[in-house]
């Protein structure tokens, strides 16, 4: 089966324009603190000033976190779609391998979940499960709604 690699994060770089931003968020900070608390602007404690080496290292571990758990997401994706491609039946799987043989979207873990939830049935059972969800919640709301209006009416 075909699968697109999932490129890695490009290391963080400061352009001009990210860098002056930067620079000049504690002033703009302490003027939109000072314009919207105008009376007491004096009182407020004013933003710290910026640290180019604090900020590229926070941005550096942002980068890398958010990295690591959209990794960790398409691995366990993947593992979760073999599982149910390898436990489906013969037919289900001809299916699925046809479909994703003729798929023109992007060939990720993501779109092969689908393919395969589509052709096993989980899509239509994991909708019928949010349908009676739905159901219960309206009829909940439903049964608040009435109860406050015998609350009203006494």
Avoid: N
């Amino acid at each position: 089966m075909r699968f697109s690699r999932q490129a890695r994060a490009e290391l963080f770089e400061w352009t001009q324009r990210k860098l002056t931003l930067a620079t000049k968020r504690p002033a703009r900070q302490a003027q939109k603190l000072a314009s919207d608390y105008p009376l007491i602007a004096e009182v407020l404690d004013t933003p710290p000033s910026f640290d180019l080496a604090r900020e590229t290292e926070q941005r550096c571990r942002r980068r890398l976190q958010s990295e690591q758990r959209m990794r960790a997401l398409h691995a366990r994706v993947w593992r979760e779609s073999r599982r149910d491609y390898f436990g489906a039946t013969e037919e289900q799987r001809a299916l699925i391998r046809a479909a994703w043989r003729d798929w023109t979207g992007p060939t990720t873990s993501l779109y092969f979940r689908y393919v395969v939830d589509l052709h096993t049935g989980v899509i239509e059972a994991r909708s019928e499960r949010c349908r009676s969800e739905e159901r219960l919640r309206r009829l909940k709301i439903w049964e608040a709604r009435s109860a406050q209006q015998e609350i009203l009416l006494d």
